[in-house]
């Protein structure tokens, strides 16, 4: 079993910076892409960034130039840097990891959510 841990959500003010984390751990040999979605209320889960193992990075329009993802392979943990917060940022994130190799093969993984709330 894989299990992502998240951390670092919460409420802030529109103009403002916050940082996700987001660490998994469990029988992992390796870990192909990391990524961050959303999901608001009654919509979608959309892709907001994603990372390759080897650095290759990919943003949603909404939020380039604004977020910007990291990787630590070491560690298996994603970050991602939030800034100039607006409030249509708000909702649930969630983190992903994809093709996920263990010893009974790969699967993917999902965090249980952190919420972000960016007040006007």
């Known amino acids: 079993q894989v299990q992502l841990v998240e951390s670092g959500g919460g409420l802030v003010q529109a103009g403002g910076s916050l940082r996700l984390s987001c660490a998994a751990s469990?029988?992992?040999?390796?870990?192909?892409?990391m990524g961050w979605y959303r999901q608001g209320p009654g919509k979608q889960r959309e892709l907001v960034a994603r990372i390759t193992r080897d650095g290759s990075t990919n943003y949603a329009d909404s939020v380039k130039g604004r977020f910007t993802i990291s990787r630590d392979n070491a560690k298996n943990t994603v970050y991602l840097q939030m800034n100039d917060l607006k409030p249509e940022d708000t909702t649930v994130y969630y983190c992903n990891a994809a093709r996920v190799l263990t010893l009974r093969g790969y699967l993917e993984a999902w965090g249980q959510g952190t919420l972000v709330t960016v007040s006007s």
């Open positions: 469990g029988s992992i040999l390796d870990i192909n892409a």
